[in-house]
Nanobody, 111 residues
Framework: QVQLVESGGGLVQPGGSLSLSCAVS????????MGWYRQAPGKQRELVAL???????QYADDVKGRFTITRDIAKNTLYLQMRSLKPEDTAVYYC?????WGQGTQVTVSS
């Protein structure tokens, strides 16, 4: 059974940067689309970014230009580099591939 394990969350000040990782126990190349989602308290889970084998990556409007999603095939790992973080980026961030979800990692942006 393929598993997704996120890491890299934490507390960061506004304007700071953070990098999330999603380690895939199987072959990451087998997934045409992988993504990062987030869920803030009291809100629905929302798309942050998608990594596509075929075609351009996709980003939510409010993270464009600040977040970058990449896929390292050799390491079977999906990354999300986040910069210029804002308090409204505070949420639990989840990695997704097909019907699989990771356990989530907390990102808190606060001074």
């Amino acid at each position: 059974q393929v598993q997704l394990v996120e890491s890299g969350g934490g507390l960061v000040q506004p304007g700071g940067s953070l990098s999330l990782s999603c380690a895939v126990s199987g072959n990451i190349f087998s997934f045409d689309v992988m993504g990062w989602y987030r869920q803030a308290p009291g809100k629905q889970r929302e798309l942050v970014a998608l990594s596509k084998r075929w075609g351009s990556n996709q980003y939510a409007d409010d993270v464009k230009g600040r977040f970058t999603i990449t896929r390292d095939i050799a390491k079977n790992t999906l990354y999300l580099q986040m910069r210029s973080l804002k308090p409204e980026d505070t949420a639990v961030y989840y990695c997704n591939a097909d019907q699989l979800w990771g356990q989530g990692t907390q990102v808190t942006v606060s001074s």
